[in-house]
């Protein structure tokens, strides 16, 4: 986590120690915490770091402010969600794989951007090596939980998935070393950009969240914080070098009109399962719908990258 912004690194690092501490302390009141702490992050800052997309596809791809333009872009956009939706319907184990797969790049692909020289081979292959540490202990560190809510995600129990659980204890530390070797090699050749200790001292704390506080305290904070803040920031970088000076404020007003859509679509889901409490079947409709959104918005934000 190197956000442009101060303020930013230590709200999220605040936020991350603390949930830490009060696993240690109480891990039961953290797991009653867990659910509203993935709402929140979602809402507050997952979905707004997202919702002004059309409006930086405008700039790279230099689609006109009129109606065809904008016509252009939302029915590329709504099709790629469709494609993915029909992919969650009718192949969902191929839902949830095709998912991870995207989350594991992109993950990997905005950490880097903060962590490392550019333009390198070495960023490129170490960020598809932090992505896996994101996802892989994310669902190895505490398969009890994360492998429950996949399976009501696909609606099935595959039979592999109980060797997946049974093999965690050996599949989660061979991640981890895997990670460090490879943090120990891009240190070597001299890839990293904030300095080494800073970038040591970011991955031990990294992995110590994903392994003590549980799959979905970790998503959350990890999502929150660490990810989508920061992309904020990169969007807000991309308008400056432009020419377009916008600050948070301006970029949330920017969001607001898409960020209420979709937290429009996320009250009609909790009304219509209701019954179920926020339990594993709505949890696992919020990563569908992220999974839905993952796509296109990846596509934007990696040709926005490039750009700059």
């Known amino acids: 986590m190197k956000h442009h912004l101060r303020s930013l690194n230590i ?71 469709l494609l993915v939706g029909l992919l969650w319907l009718f192949y969902p184990l191929i839902g949830m794989i095709f998912f991870l797969i995207i989350s594991i790049y992109h993950f990997g692909q905005a950490d880097m951007i903060s962590l490392m020289k550019p333009d390198s081979a070495a960023a490129l292959f170490f960020a598809w090596i932090r992505g896996i540490l994101i996802i892989g202990l994310i669902i190895f560190a505490h398969p009890e939980i994360s492998l429950s809510v996949i399976e009501a995600a696909i609606r099935r129990q595959p039979d592999w998935f109980i060797i997946l659980n049974d093999y965690a204890d050996v599949v989660y530390p061979a991640i981890i070393l895997l990670y460090a070797v490879s943090a120990g090699w891009v240190l070597f ?16 704390l990294l992995i110590a969240l994903l392994l003590f506080t549980g799959p ?47 937290l429009l679509g996320l009250a009609m889901l909790f009304m219509i399962h209701q019954a179920y409490e926020f ?27 490039k750009t700059r």
């Open 189 to 204: 050749q001299a890839n990293v950009k904030t300095g080494n200790l800073l970038f040591l001292a970011e991955s031990l």
């Open 11 to 81: 709200a999220g690092l605040i936020v991350t120690i603390l949930v830490i501490c009060i696993n240690f302390v109480s891990s039961a009141a953290l797991e009653l915490l867990a659910p509203w702490l993935l709402f929140l992050s979602v809402v507050v800052l997952g979905i707004p770091h997202g919702a002004i997309d059309h409006i930086i596809a405008a700039r790279i791809y230099g689609l006109q402010e009129s109606v065809t333009g904008h016509l252009l872009f939302y029915s590329s956009y709504l099709f790629v969600m």
């Open 216 to 262: 979905l305290v970790s998503f959350a904070v990890y999502f929150a914080f660490w990810h989508s803040a920061g992309h904020v920031l990169e969007m807000i970088g991309f308008f400056r070098a432009k020419g377009e000076e916008i600050t948070v404020g301006r970029f949330y007003l920017l969001a607001m009109p898409f960020t209420l859509v979709s």
């Open 279 to 305: 339990g594993d079947e709505m949890i696992s409709l919020l990563f569908i719908l992220i999974s839905v959104l993952t796509l296109p918005h990846m596509i934007v934000v990696d040709r926005m990258f």
